[in-house]
């Protein structure tokens, strides 16, 4: 299983972004995918999740309404809309899934909001 996160970078306050984390070596089709953040000095937090289909979403309270996951099961790629972003969205975004009772987790990639 590999998980690869891209589409980070260095915005302003208000500014959008939108991350992508491509999948190999499972049924993509058939696995909810998760995003989570890890801030400096942070413990890890869960983001938001999307069910296997595409039909269902979830948020933490801190970025409902601004961030939005979709995903394209013909590409294997779930995708993260980080919109308004604010200097506390800075942090190492992370997707996740979990294949054969396991957890697997991409490198990241790091989001950097300025004020």
């Known amino acids: 299983v590999q998980l690869v996160e891209s589409g980070g970078g260095l915005v302003q306050t208000g500014e959008s972004l939108r991350l992508s984390c491509t999948a190999s070596?499972?049924?993509?089709?058939?696995?909810?995918m998760r995003w989570y953040r890890q801030a400096p000095g942070k413990e890890r937090e869960w983001v938001g999740s999307i069910s296997s289909d595409g039909g269902g979403t979830l948020y933490a309270d801190s970025v409902k309404g601004r961030f939005t996951i979709s995903r394209d099961n013909a590409v294997n790629a779930v995708y993260l809309q980080v919109n308004t972003l604010k200097p506390e969205d800075t942090a190492v975004y992370y997707c996740?899934?979990?294949?054969?009772?396991?957890?697997?987790w991409g490198q990241g990639t790091q989001v950097t909001v300025s004020s």
């Open positions: 070596g499972f049924i993509f089709s058939r696995n909810n």
């Open positions: 996740n899934t979990i294949w054969g009772a396991r957890d697997y």
